[in-house]
């Protein structure tokens, strides 16, 4: 089983920069792509950025250009670098990482951490 740890998050005001990490420990075999998703109050989640074990990359379009997604050497760790946060940008921000073994995809999930950012 894997687990993921999110650090980071907490409240900026419009304009600020937030940094939110992730880490992957435990059985990781297997680890294809890692990336963020946000669920915002009364909305359903969405996919914010996620990074492939090659480094390709994929932003939802309302935070290109402003937001950076990235992963350490080993792979284990990604980086959300949030800048020129908007309110709209507030939500609980969930880590997520994907195993394809024998062409079986299995999502894992963070417990998610709390984005607000003030007008």
């Known amino acids: 089983q894997m687990q993921l740890a999110e650090t980071g998050g907490g409240l900026v005001q419009a304009g600020g920069s937030l940094r939110l990490s992730c880490a992957a420990s435990?059985?990781?075999?297997?680890?294809?792509?890692m990336g963020w998703y946000r669920q915002a109050t009364g909305k359903q989640r969405e996919l914010v950025a996620s990074i492939t074990s090659g480094g390709t990359t994929n932003y939802v379009d309302s935070v290109k250009g402003r937001f950076t997604i990235s992963r350490d050497n080993i792979k284990t760790t990604v980086t959300l670098q949030m800048s020129s946060l908007r309110p709209e940008d507030t939500a609980v921000y969930y880590c997520?990482?994907?195993?394809?073994?024998?062409?079986?995809?299995?999502?894992?999930w963070g417990q998610g951490t709390r984005v607000t950012v003030s007008s």
């Open positions: 435990g059985n990781i075999y297997g680890l294809a792509a």
């Open positions: 997520n990482a994907n195993t394809v073994i024998n062409n079986i995809r299995r999502d894992y």
